[in-house]
């Protein structure tokens, strides 16, 4: 990934965690809001492979914690791993899928969401199960299912795909 | 394997040949990839562990102080630029969930069509923070408080916390501790601070509460929120044989014993009671609290900062 690309990404990443912050959090329909950051960071993922989406979730992961003075890391541990598992699965048996972008947001948002309530009751912070894992999780899921391929494409017109060089392991065999 | 392949088609006299395809190659080597995520996962740790123990004091805290004050103008003008966008959506929003006063709507939207977008924008504001303003200089502002008006910048994501970050720290005078409040009532309580931001608790969060008082009967009990709900509050803790009744005001009891004392002054408005339930085997009455505070529609609060602080 070239330093331009990083740039590109990092800034997407910066602009979404604030929006996220500022403006989404605050939509919040059927008891849930949708996860705009978590959308951008695991498109990226799928767009640039799982190193840059493992950093660039990192990065928006302390923009949230600082802006929003919550403990910090605790966001950047878990986009760090939605992007990191979102970049794999790009590597490996999500790609050139067309509808890749909407079952790895589905399934990171369901996950990031269960491993988000361990998280904070590891922390000892109340949460109330029921809440975090049905009421907000449910509309969230579907929220960031209608976002995933229109973010898909508005952050691959940003930042671009990553380059295309490796061999394929396929050998043709020619007769005579 | 491949030698094995080789040598069958040497023997059948076939020529084997790669095709040069091309897939994406993104994911670096599998020893770079499992430094970097466990890198960052153990940043996000060691971030953790030590923000979790920082305790506003520390070497993270001011980090976490810098990084605040740094990325709080980009806050303030997403927030400016966001306005509009969520005074449209906080008005489709109320165009939905009030169908039962949809003539009034629709009279609402004809006279909001008419006016300039921009006015409207600018009128509401206007109208909401003078609410705070008489608020400040009436007689239902606690004694003893001084009022900082903060803007709200943030709201955390996610179903874990109920709170706002205001933009006023302690530059402003603003201290852990320090109630919120608005216009209707209060609001909640402010839990971390920065030179020039805050995180403000909110009453509907699961780790808040505030000793209450019936205004009407004098019944005592701690308001928190309704476990399952969103914005639903329940006064705990009343005795079964204080009288409460449906329509009665909730207000904070501002109560001091020796050197303690509640963090909430006396007097500020909560909600309205709603229901009053009990059965045999509960130690306590269920009261139902409708809090007066829009929780979710929140641009601008006071923060109560104790007149003595200011000398």
Known sequence: MTAAAWLRGSAVVFVAALL????????VVAGGAPDLLLVVVVVLALLRGSI??????????????????????????????AGFWAGRYGETTGRDRRFAPVIAVGTITVLAGAFGYVLHYLLDEEVVAAHALVTALAPAFVWNILLALPIHALVRAIVGEGERVELAPEVEVLAG | MSRQRSARSAALGLT?????????????????????VGLLVLASLVLISLSFRADGSG??????????TALRPFAVGFERVAQPFRDVYGWADSLLSARSEAEELRAEVRELRQREIQSAFALQENVYLRRLLDYADGPRFPADFDP?????????????????????????????NDSVVTADGLVGVVTRVTSGTARVQLLTDEEAAASAIDIRTGATGIVRHARGTRETLVLDRVRKQDVVRA???????????????????????????TSVGQTDTDLWQQVQVDPYVDF????????????????
Do not use: C, H, M
């Open chain 2, 59 to 68: 070497p993270l805290s001011g980090v976490e102080s810098a990084g605040a």
């Open chain 2, 247 to 273: 329509g009665n005001e909730v207000v904070t009891a501002g109560w001091r014993a020796g050197s303690l004392s509640s963090l909430y002054p006396k007097g500020i408005p909560i909600g309205k009671v």
């Open chain 2, 16 to 36: 084997v040949r790669r095709i040069p395809t091309t897939i994406p190659s993104r994911g670096g080597g599998p020893l770079r990839r499992r430094l970097v």
């Open chain 2, 296 to 311: 979710g529609s929140l641009d601008a609060v006071l923060v109560l900062v104790p007149t003595e602080r200011r000398r």
């Open chain 1, 52 to 81: 840059p989406g493992a950093v660039l979730g990192f990065i928006g992961g302390v923009v949230v914690d600082l802006v929003t003075l919550g403990t910090l890391g605790v966001t950047s541990l878990i986009l760090t791993l």
């Open chain 2, 148 to 176: 900082v008006v903060a803007e709200v910048i943030g709201r955390p994501a996610g179903a874990f916390t109920q709170a706002i970050v205001v933009a006023a720290g302690s530059k402003s005078g603003v201290r852990v």
């Open chain 1, 20 to 27: 996220q912050v500022v403006i989404v959090s605050s939509l």
